[in-house]
């Protein structure tokens, strides 16, 4: 409500007076000008964050996903190092569940895009992974559990 007076306000100020016109514009297109520079920094920021660090930087060990004991959740669970320079903040991993049979002919039953599978890990530093992971009311593995992971993205800046 407050918007529409206001908006009602400047309507009529803009036609009564001509200054209050150029006025008005200026402020808009400084505001205008403002945000959009605003969005492209945030937008070259993200996406220099992701070059920073490899995949190969980042030493997992102990990795292991294994059903918890209700639903189609699924605890993941190991460590992992950064050896980078960087302070890496995010790490997105597609993982799928395999249902493979005596041939090792396996069938992908689950696959989610997991974002932020690790905390905060400072340069040269270990922490711990320990999240759940929801892969669908549809995943049941019939043969042999298997499972693989692909590290899709990794975010890290210089400073935490």
Known sequence: MVWLLAAIACI?????FRGFRYAFLAIAGVLVLSVTLYVAHTKQEEESSKRLVQADQL?????TLGPESYGSSYKLSGRVKNNSPYYVFQVKAKLRILDCDAQSHCDVVGEEDEWNICPLIPPGQVRDVDTSIYFGSG????????WNYVITEIRARSEP
């Open 12 to 16: 009529f100020l803009a036609i009564k």
């Open 139 to 146: 995943t049941r593995v019939r043969g042999q559990f298997q």
């Open 59 to 63: 030493a997992f060990t102990g990795l």
